[in-house]
């Protein structure tokens, strides 16, 4: 239960000093917004390292996530969030009944599966693709974009000759399940890409024994969306983002939203001023609501700091998520804006 109330927070950050430095304007909370830090009832801050949390539940991911920190060595270089972060991704970018992430991912309005996804390291260093065809893992490939190029994102046609220099494989990605089902939205739809209940994608923060935290992200996007369309899931700072002294965090849901407020940024610039994740994730929702139609699309965030605390948030309910920690693989009911 939070120990601070939403007065004593706005008292508190009013004054507040952040390693000497008075919290910038647009950064507090606004006093506009309703509900803010409404959830007071909302579990303790947990804290415990190592640990993985994922959007959805995800708790296969969270826990290939955490079986590769757990096999760390002396080396330093081996079970590092990094990896951990990677190995989970790669769980539901395999999963053919998946359908909003890599292999069995629903396909744009034209029949193409095209998949997003990025990685970020606990020194900043990041890699992303976007518009991604006929590779199953392009969370390994946004690694090797990271790793391996002076830059940080490649798409389309040049991720995909990337990636074949890279020694991926070329694969269908369009599953009969999911060919079906396009084929059944395209009698009923108008050719006309429509909010899509599945938001499925994975978005994946880890900490590691020696303290340091990396995330992914990966998706297939919105389901018969337009072709050509990227999400949020590729973009640092919308769809995830870390910065090693202050945590990280990733988003899920109508990707449009999140990147015209770049969320992940934002829970951590917020966190990085004094709030905890959870006072971090609620404010990041409430610059989508009080600024936009929320009535046809759904946005949740993760976020989590450097002591393993973390928040989770959404504007509607039946956000779920996985968390690995103390042991224990949970999956977790997130609260909503809406009730
Ligand atoms: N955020 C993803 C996107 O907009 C979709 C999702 O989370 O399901 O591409």
Not at 33 to 48: C, D
Not at 201 to 218: P, Q, Y
Not at 241 to 247: A, L, P, S
Not at 291 to 306: E, P, T
């Amino acid at each position: 239960m939070y120990m601070i109330t939403r007065k004593d927070f706005l008292k508190k950050s009013s004054m507040i000093a952040v390693g000497g430095l008075l919290i910038p304007s647009f950064l507090r909370a606004d006093n506009s917004t309703p509900k803010i830090f409404g959830n007071k009832e909302f579990k303790p801050l947990v804290s415990g390292k190592p640990l993985v949390i994922a959007t959805w539940d995800n708790r296969k991911a969270t826990e290939a996530a955490m079986n590769k920190m757990k096999s760390a060595g002396t080396d330093l270089q081996s079970g590092t969030s990094l990896d951990a972060v990677e190995a989970g991704a790669r769980v539901p970018e395999a999963d053919p009944e998946d359908h909003s992430v890599g292999y069995g991912g629903y396909p744009d309005r034209d029949g193409f599966v095209t998949l997003d996804a990025c990685i970020m390291d606990e020194k900043g260093n990041a890699g992303s693709v976007t518009f991604l065809q006929n590779i199953m893992h392009p969370v390994s490939v946004a690694r090797k974009v990271m790793e391996k190029t002076p830059h940080v994102m490649l798409s389309g046609d040049g991720a995909y000759q990337f990636a074949i220099e890279q020694g991926f494989k070329k694969e269908n990605l369009l599953t009969e399940k999911s060919r079906l089902a396009w084929e059944d939205w395209k009698k009923k739809n108008n050719y006309i890409p429509v909010g899509e209940k599945n938001h499925d994608t994975i978005g994946i923060l880890a900490i590691d024994e020696r303290n340091n935290i990396s995330g992914a992200c990966t998706t297939s996007g919105w389901a018969f969306k337009m072709h050509g369309r990227v999400g949020d899931s590729p973009i640092l700072g919308a769809g995830m983002y870390v910065d090693n002294e202050v945590g990280g965090a990733c988003a899920t849901g109508t990707g449009e939203f999140v990147m015209k407020t770049l969320g992940s940024f934002l829970c951590v610039e917020l966190m990085r001023n004094g709030r905890t994740p959870q006072e971090a994730v609620e404010e990041a929702i409430h610059r989508i609501v009080k600024r936009y139609d929320y009535k046809d699309i759904q946005v949740g965030y993760l976020a989590i700091n450097k002591k393993g605390e973390h928040g989770a948030y959404s504007i509607k309910p039946g956000f779920v998520y996985a968390l690995n920690q103390n042991g224990e693989n949970r999956k977790l009911d997130a609260e909503s804006f809406v009730k």
